[in-house]
């Protein structure tokens, strides 16, 4: 490291570099197809300068290839390739394998011993693929290629590493910042557990098959790559990586990166089941993804850091950006032909969102809380649930007072989507406060235009005997098809600090349920 790379306080982790922002496929959890910026190449001279500004701060970490699009759409790629590996970049390109048919291409990538070359395998079914729409290239010719790729690294005595890249609904069908109403699933890949469990099946007996068909025709070849493997990941074989179906972990397909890495059913060849978190909560993208249903994000306000924003990336236009997340340059970071790299790398925009990411409304939008509601009305319902809980209430515990429930922290927000044209409000709650605390109820009305909530529409005082259940009812006019955000305030207390029992929470109010009805109560005076 020379002396100008020492002054970078935080040099990059990983660097991104999009190649291209065009695709040949539509992947249901990407948002390519939704991309608000033109369709274009990263230019030569553009990535030139930005590498060669790289390396003039002794920089030289990890790049990853892809931010949007596919990279190898861009021809540029190869020559790229030799360059990375000459200066010493370890090298990751994820491709959804459509131009890997080429032999002469295949032989082009597995030259590089820098390279982890991901397949991007995220389409394990006849259906499920067509339904990506590249039926124009037949599923099963499109499966022959990736055992073609990892048969390739064998004869040809590559030192690249290939992972077979297979997407996962688990972890985001079980995301607590992810609620909605008919689910989240977005990539439909089986009809259910037990299918998937078959594919899983048959697909390692076919990769045993493939390492005893390898060993055989390529002996020296897989006996390199075996010895060169055993000492590449000794201190993570048996934790992270299995190295045989025996010591794959129960639920490994459903686990996530940092727990459990990979299947190495060949030497260098990881099959990894991405268990995909939601890209993108733009509201573009949702609108697609989430189609029928209303979504909305409410952002996350507490300060805290990430780990994304460690890196840097170039998009094909030439605008910086700090993550993969930040797909249409919202930050707004700085353009390679404008600015320096060093500026960038220096700039106390970047320190400040490394401290705390929330000070950007992208990444308040990330780790916020996403809500899918169903549209359709319920003409022949009189009452309607509220089932939304977003910021200050915890999660529900069901033996709450023996009622079941959960707790504000003093100020929580809860959502409906009016699907009948609602009367009154109804509340079940217990204070334990004394009877005169003050205790507020509020309910907003969402603005699309402006796509905000902006103002208190009603709100009311709460009468809570400490220690009893209370109910509360008054009266409001929801309109059909319309969000609506419901507020409650009270004082706070910590069970740890006054009663001694551990809890270390910040408690507000036990809220019992919460529903909207179309039978009229007597309003009381709203106060403001």
Same mark, same amino acid.
């Given at each position: 490291?020379?002396?100008?790379?020492?002054?970078?306080?935080?040099?990059?982790?990983?660097?991104?570099?999009?190649?291209?922002?065009?695709?040949?496929?539509?992947?249901?959890?990407?948002?390519?197809?939704?991309?608000?910026?033109?369709?274009?190449?990263?230019?030569?001279?553009?990535?030139?300068?930005?590498?060669?500004?790289?390396?003039?701060?002794?920089?030289?970490?990890?790049?990853?290839?892809?931010?949007?699009?596919?990279?190898?759409?861009?021809?540029?790629?190869?020559?790229?390739?030799?360059?990375?590996?000459?200066?010493?970049?370890?090298?990751?390109?994820?491709?959804?394998?459509?131009?890997?048919?080429?032999?002469?291409?295949?032989?082009?990538?597995?030259?590089?011993?820098?390279?982890?070359?991901?397949?991007?395998?995220?389409?394990?079914?006849?259906?499920?693929?067509?339904?990506?729409?590249?039926?124009?290239?037949?599923?099963?010719?499109?499966?022959?290629?990736?055992?073609?790729?990892?048969?390739?690294?064998?004869?040809?005595?590559?030192? &690249?590493?290939?992972?077979?890249?297979?997407?996962?609904?688990?972890?985001?069908?079980?995301?607590?910042?992810?609620?909605?109403?008919?689910? &989240?699933?977005?990539?439909?890949?089986?009809?259910?557990?037990?299918?998937?469990?078959?594919?899983?099946?048959?697909?390692?007996?076919?990769?045993?098959?493939?390492?005893?068909?390898?060993?055989?025709?390529?002996?020296?070849?897989?006996?390199?790559?075996?010895?060169?493997?055993?000492?590449?990941?000794?201190?993570?074989?048996?934790?992270?990586?299995?190295?045989?179906? &025996?010591?794959?972990?129960?639920?490994?397909?459903?686990?996530?990166?940092?727990?459990?890495?990979?299947?190495?059913?060949?030497?260098?060849?990881?099959?990894?089941?991405?268990?995909?978190?939601?890209?993108?909560?733009?509201?573009?993208?949702?609108?697609?993804?989430?189609?029928?249903?209303?979504?909305?994000?409410?952002?996350?306000?507490?300060?805290?850091?990430?780990?994304?924003?460690?890196?840097?990336?170039?998009?094909?236009?030439?605008?910086?950006?700090?993550?993969?997340?930040?797909?249409?340059?919202?930050?707004?970071?700085?353009?390679?032909?404008?600015?320096?790299?060093?500026?960038?790398?220096?700039?106390?925009?970047?320190?400040?969102?490394?401290?705390?990411?929330? %000070?950007?409304?992208?990444?308040?939008?990330?780790?916020?809380?996403?809500?899918?509601?169903?549209?359709?009305?319920?003409?022949?319902?009189?009452?309607?649930?509220?089932?939304?809980?977003?910021?200050?209430?915890?999660?529900?515990?069901?033996?709450?007072?023996?009622?079941?429930?959960?707790?504000?922290?003093?100020?929580?927000?809860?959502?409906?989507?009016?699907?009948?044209?609602?009367?009154?409000?109804?509340?079940?709650?217990?204070?334990?406060?004394?009877?005169?605390?003050?205790?507020?109820?509020?309910?907003?009305?969402?603005?699309?235009?402006?796509?905000?909530?902006?103002?208190?529409? %009603?709100?009311?005082?709460?009468?809570?005997?400490?220690?009893?259940?209370?109910?509360?009812?008054?009266?409001?006019?929801?309109?059909?098809?319309?969000?609506?955000?419901?507020?409650?305030?009270?004082?706070?207390?910590?069970?740890?600090?006054?009663?001694?029992?551990?809890?270390?929470?910040?408690?507000?109010?036990?809220?019992?349920?919460?529903?909207?009805?179309?039978?009229?109560?007597?309003?009381?005076?709203?106060?403001?």
């Amino acid at each position: 490291m020379n002396d100008r790379a020492a002054s970078i306080p935080d040099p990059p982790g990983t660097i991104f570099l999009e190649l291209t922002s065009a695709c040949n496929m539509h992947c249901a959890f990407c948002p390519s197809d939704v991309l608000r910026r033109p369709k274009e190449h990263l230019s030569e001279a553009r990535l030139k300068s930005f590498l060669g500004q790289l390396h003039d701060l002794g920089l030289r970490p990890p790049v990853l290839l892809n931010i949007l699009g596919e990279p190898l759409l861009n021809k540029k790629v190869y020559p790229l390739l030799d360059d990375l590996e000459a200066a010493g970049h370890p090298v990751t390109l994820i491709t959804n394998m459509t131009l890997l048919g080429d032999g002469a291409l295949r032989r082009e990538l597995l030259r590089h011993g820098n390279l982890t070359l991901a397949l991007s395998f995220q389409t394990a079914t006849p259906r499920s693929y067509a339904l990506r729409g590249y039926s124009r290239l037949p599923f099963r010719a499109y499966e022959r290629i990736l055992w073609k790729v990892i048969e390739d690294k064998f004869r040809l005595n590559s030192g &690249a590493r290939l992972e077979m890249h297979v997407a996962s609904n688990y972890v985001m069908s079980r995301d607590a910042t992810i609620q909605a109403d008919g689910g &989240a699933g977005l990539w439909a890949n089986f009809p259910d557990e037990k299918a998937e469990g078959r594919w899983i099946a048959r697909t390692l007996r076919r990769l045993e098959r493939l390492a005893k068909r390898m060993k055989r025709r390529y002996p020296d070849s897989f006996a390199s790559a075996r010895e060169t493997a055993a000492v590449k990941y000794r201190d993570h074989v048996g934790t992270k990586i299995a190295v045989d179906r &025996a010591g794959l972990p129960p639920g490994f397909h459903r686990l996530k990166d940092e727990v459990f890495w990979g299947y190495m059913a060949l030497p260098d060849v990881f099959l990894v089941f991405k268990s995909l978190e939601l890209w993108t909560r733009d509201r573009t993208f949702l609108q697609t993804a989430f189609p029928g249903r209303f979504t909305y994000v409410e952002e996350r306000l507490e300060p805290r850091p990430c780990p994304m924003t460690g890196n840097l990336g170039l998009l094909a236009g030439g605008n910086f950006v700090l993550c993969c997340l930040d797909y249409e340059g919202e930050m707004d970071l700085g353009h390679i032909d404008r600015t320096p790299v060093a500026d960038v790398l220096r700039a106390e925009r970047r320190a400040a969102v490394r401290r705390d990411a929330m %000070a950007e409304a992208l990444c308040r939008r990330c780790r916020g809380n996403l809500f899918v509601f169903e549209t359709t009305l319920l003409p022949d319902r009189a009452e309607q649930t509220v089932d939304k809980f977003g910021r200050g209430f915890w999660p529900r515990e069901d033996g709450l007072h023996g009622v079941g429930g959960r707790w504000t922290d003093g100020k929580g927000w809860a959502y409906v989507y009016a699907r009948l044209p609602a009367r009154r409000i109804r509340l079940a709650f217990r204070s334990d406060f004394d009877d005169d605390a003050p205790l507020r109820l509020a309910v907003s009305a969402y603005d699309r235009d402006a796509g905000a909530f902006p103002a208190v529409s %009603a709100s009311w005082p709460l009468a809570g005997r400490k220690g009893r259940t209370a109910v509360f009812e008054a009266g409001f006019d929801f309109l059909s098809d319309r969000l609506y955000r419901i507020e409650i305030e009270s004082p706070s207390f910590v069970p740890d600090e006054t009663l001694g029992n551990s809890d270390t929470r910040r408690l507000g109010l036990a809220v019992y349920s919460i529903s909207i009805g179309t039978t009229p109560a007597p309003p009381p005076e709203p106060g403001r």
